[in-house]
């Protein structure tokens, strides 16, 4: 018996199932959606002071990502079995900044291709008024938000659960239905946002096992594609730096909902997603399911040995 299963088991009952992954995993749910309705209620009950809605409406948004991540480092992150902080310091500015580079680099490839088969026109020129919205509202607080929920809490415990094949192919499955309700939104932009987005988002996760390299992936892909090149983002229209359309068949320029719902992206960005989780992959970043590690533990396999995530952890080899 490993030094891990006998901790385990000298554990009491109500901690196992505390630490339980699922169990786990809906306690950091409920924190989390918790500290998103106490901080919309605390700037809520401020007064007005006549300042315009849209810096409200960013002050407010700022408001919830720092209380989120200020309980992340408090207390989500010491969940689970194995404790793990995916917002650690260690690596966090290479991390952003691989992630806000590759977001802005696949984005802007996507736009090329797009022009060059003809179904990105620029038609005019754009306004930079609404740059530092776009930066919060498009980039840093769905980029926090979005990763801190989907990677930080779902993928990260139902991969204890689960093994990692399980949590990407779920969490994947998740953020492609999360965006069904997006203005313009069908079932193949879901599709195409479960593909594209959960395999890149996830393969940055596996790679670097931080949040980092996907929330700067997330940001910037949002920015680029909204303030930069005038796309609606995921359904959403805006204003750019440029003034663009889209036309052309469906299938190549997304609609209404935007270039994410084009076989454009999706061939371009899950084609990177992939090369992410290959070289996950390699580097001995997967996981295996709960029972599994549980079953090798008895054992006395050292294949079931669990160490601290980090660059260089070692999970146990790819299954």
């Known amino acids: 018996m490993t030094a891990e299963t006998n901790n385990a088991a000298t554990r009491p009952l109500w901690r196992r199932i505390v630490d339980f992954p699922l169990v786990a995993m809906i306690i950091a749910l409920a924190t989390l959606a918790v500290t998103i309705w106490l901080g919309s209620e605390i700037f809520r009950s401020l007064p007005k002071m006549g300042i315009p809605v849209a810096t409200r409406q960013m ?23 194995v404790p793990r902080d995916d917002l650690r310091r260690k690596h966090a500015v290479r991390d952003l900044a691989l992630g806000l580079g590759g977001g802005t680099l696949l984005f802007s490839l996507v736009v090329l291709v797009a022009a060059l088969v003809g179904v990105y026109d620029i038609v005019g020129v754009g306004s930079a008024r609404s740059i530092l919205y776009a930066l919060v509202m498009l980039g840093i607080i769905p980029g926090v938000m979005e990763e801190l929920l989907f990677r930080g809490i779902l993928f990260r415990h139902l991969e204890d659960f689960g093994g990692t094949w399980f949590a990407l192919a779920l969490t994947s499955a998740l953020f492609g ?23 890149l988002l996830g393969g940055a996760y596996m790679l670097t096992r931080s949040l980092w390299a996907p929330i700067g992936l997330h940001a910037a892909w949002n920015f680029t594609q909204g303030q930069v090149f005038d796309v609606p983002v995921s359904g959403i229209d805006g204003t750019g730096l440029v003034e663009a359309k889209l036309s052309g068949p469906e299938l190549m320029s997304g609609g209404t909902f935007g270039l994410e719902a084009s076989v454009i992206a999706l061939v371009i960005a899950t084609g990177a ?37 980090d660059r260089d952890a070692n999970l146990g080899p790819p299954v």
């Open 177 to 199: 239905v999360a965006h069904i309700f997006n203005p313009n939104a069908t079932v193949f932009s879901s599709f195409a946002i479960a593909i594209e987005a959960g395999v």
């Open 59 to 81: 002050i407010a948004g700022l408001t919830v990502v720092g209380l989120a991540i200020a309980v992340y480092k408090s207390a989500i992150c010491k969940l689970g079995e």
């Open 273 to 309: 997603g992939i090369w992410l989780v290959l070289r996950a992959v390699r580097a001995g970043h997967v996981m295996r399911p709960w029972w599994v590690r549980r079953r090798l533990a008895r054992a006395g396999s050292q294949e079931a040995i669990r160490v601290d995530v």
